[in-house]
């Protein structure tokens, strides 16, 4: 017992030396465009939806986990803003048609994706595409009152996105790249207005600490009008309810997830060594008396002291009809020579004695009293049509 003590010990201080020193140990930059609003990464959004605050200081931010259609439709939403930032949207159209009802009435709909998908795509008649420059795309807007003296440009191609195709009776290029290519577009619907923009990773935090993505990002969300309310879309970016579990922090942070891993494996190991080791004599149990023999000896005493042949007899043909309707399927309402040969030929059993047995049953089924040796007749061609048939009484 000393020595697993030691072991146990020992084994204790190498699980918290490991802890710490991953603990410790630098975490490498995640550099994955997520764009989720809790994100602290380069390409997560948290940053720009902390800070919508200072861009808009009168209204309520609200987010929602809803699709377009069932956020757009009906009275969920206010008079506002909605911004929806993703890596990819679709839209059907269900969604589009509830999205554009909700832009007549007055308000304001900003989207920023990668990819566009489904019935917008072929109602606005866009899509977007990738520049594929040798060095980094600048980006700036044509609007001559926004519009910077020289470019944005940023670095890691986060502004390469552009839009290849769009319906310039519809749509008004308000962002373009060096190329002269549409990056912001606006469509006009009643009184409201829907902005599209192809670049999401300049809204994303490795952007905004910088001066001029911080610039950009003001300006381009400065087409949004003043509003009481501005919501925040969940629900194309595919993020997800945040995690209440208790857990969440062990599972949160690589070191203590391995750690939890290792101590539930220690533990596991250390109570079946300690089960091999202490475990129990087992009791022998008596197996429970079987108590059928007595019953049937019980009854069978009462029913011979009675002496009520009759219902015996009566009991007995009942069973043997219900076993044979039961195992070959036969009717028994009529017991005459055509079923007699059948059920020969289904048991397999002589024509003779299959016509005794059910001259038998059709006697006694008719008779108010029955003697000793007509019931013991009739319990020998029952046995023996059991016997013959290869049935247990299991």
Same mark, same amino acid.
């Given at each position: 017992?000393?020595? /697993?003590?030691?072991?146990?010990?020992?084994?204790s201080?190498?699980?918290?030396?490991?802890?710490?020193?991953?603990?410790?140990?630098?975490?490498?930059?995640?550099?994955?465009?997520?764009l989720?609003?809790?994100d602290k990464?380069p390409?997560?959004t948290?940053? $720009?939806?902390?800070?919508?605050?200072?861009?808009?200081?009168?209204?309520?931010?609200?987010?929602?986990?809803?699709?377009?259609?069932?956020?757009? #439709?009906g009275?969920?939403l206010?008079q506002?803003?909605?911004?929806?930032?993703?890596?990819?949207?679709?839209?059907?159209?269900?969604?589009?048609?509830a999205? *554009?009802?909700?832009?007549?009435?007055?308000?304001? +709909?900003?989207?920023?994706?990668?990819?566009?998908?489904? /019935?917008?795509?072929?109602? $606005?008649?866009?899509?977007?595409?990738?520049?594929?420059?040798?060095?980094?795309? =600048?980006?700036n807007?044509?609007?001559?009152?926004?519009?910077?003296?020289?470019?944005?440009? !940023?670095?890691?191609d986060?502004?390469?996105?552009? /839009?290849?195709?769009?319906?310039?009776?519809?749509?008004? *290029?308000?962002?373009?790249?060096y190329?002269? #290519?549409?990056? !912001?577009?606006?469509?006009k619907?009643?009184?409201?207005?829907? %902005?599209?923009?192809?670049?999401p990773?300049?809204f994303?935090?490795?952007?905004?600490?910088?001066?001029?993505?911080?610039?950009?990002?003001?300006?381009?969300?400065?087409?949004?009008?003043?509003?009481? #309310?501005?919501?925040?879309?969940?629900y194309?970016?595919?993020?997800?309810?945040?995690?209440i579990?208790?857990?969440?922090? !062990?599972?949160?942070?690589?070191? $203590?997830?391995?750690?939890?891993? $290792?101590?539930?494996g220690?533990?596991?190991?250390?109570?079946?060594?300690?089960?091999?080791?202490?475990?129990? *004599?087992?009791? +022998?149990?008596?197996?429970?008396?079987n108590?059928t023999?007595? !019953? *049937?000896?019980?009854?069978?005493?009462?029913?011979?002291?009675?002496?009520?042949?009759?219902? @015996?007899?009566?009991?007995?043909?009942?069973?043997?009809l219900?076993h @044979?309707?039961?195992?070959?399927?036969?009717?028994? =309402?009529?017991?005459n020579?055509? /079923?007699?040969?059948?059920? =020969?030929?289904?048991?397999?059993?002589?024509?003779?004695?299959?016509?005794?047995?059910?001259?038998? +049953?059709?006697?006694i =089924?008719t008779?108010?009293?029955?003697?000793?040796?007509?019931?013991?007749?009739?319990?020998?061609?029952?046995?023996?049509?059991?016997?013959?048939?290869? %049935?247990?009484g299991?």
């Amino acid at each position: 017992m000393k020595d /697993f003590k030691i072991y146990i010990t020992i084994a204790s201080l190498l699980l918290i030396g490991y802890v710490v020193a991953q603990y410790n140990k630098p975490k490498p930059v995640n550099w994955q465009s997520t764009l989720y609003y809790k994100d602290k990464i380069p390409f997560g959004t948290y940053l $720009l939806y902390d800070r919508l605050k200072d861009i808009y200081p009168e209204a309520e931010l609200t987010r929602t986990n809803k699709s377009a259609y069932n956020a757009f #439709h009906g009275d969920s939403l206010q008079q506002g803003n909605y911004i929806i930032i993703a890596k990819n949207i679709t839209l059907n159209k269900f969604d589009f048609e509830a999205m *554009v009802k909700y832009i007549k009435a007055g308000n304001s +709909v900003f989207m920023s994706a990668f990819e566009w998908r489904g /019935f917008i795509t072929d109602t $606005l008649k866009m899509e977007s595409r990738a520049e594929y420059a040798t060095k980094n795309v =600048s980006i700036n807007f044509t609007n001559p009152q926004l519009k910077a003296s020289n470019n944005y440009v !940023f670095k890691r191609d986060i502004a390469n996105q552009y /839009f290849s195709e769009l319906d310039t009776a519809k749509a008004m *290029v308000i962002g373009k790249n060096y190329a002269d #290519h549409a990056t !912001f577009l606006s469509y006009k619907f009643g009184k409201g207005t829907l %902005y599209l923009c192809a670049t999401p990773d300049v809204f994303t935090n490795y952007s905004l600490l910088t001066p001029q993505g911080a610039d950009y990002v003001s300006k381009a969300l400065s087409y949004l009008p003043r509003a009481q #309310h501005v919501y925040w879309d969940q629900y194309q970016n595919g993020d997800i309810p945040e995690d209440i579990s208790p857990l969440r922090v !062990f599972f949160g942070n690589p070191a $203590l997830q391995w750690a939890y891993y $290792l101590s539930l494996g220690s533990i596991l190991l250390f109570v079946f060594y300690e089960m091999k080791r202490r475990q129990r *004599v087992i009791p +022998v149990i008596e197996p429970l008396p079987n108590s059928t023999l007595d !019953f *049937v000896t019980v009854v069978g005493q009462v029913y011979y002291e009675k002496r009520n042949n009759a219902n @015996i007899a009566h009991k007995k043909v009942i069973y043997l009809l219900d076993h @044979i309707r039961e195992r070959y399927r036969l009717k028994t =309402s009529k017991l005459n020579q055509e /079923f007699i040969d059948i059920l =020969s030929q289904k048991t397999g059993i002589d024509g003779g004695f299959a016509n005794s047995l059910i001259s038998a +049953v059709n006697f006694i =089924s008719t008779q108010q009293q029955v003697t000793d040796r007509e019931l013991i007749e009739l319990n020998k061609l029952i046995e023996k049509f059991y016997s013959q048939t290869g %049935y247990n009484g299991k």
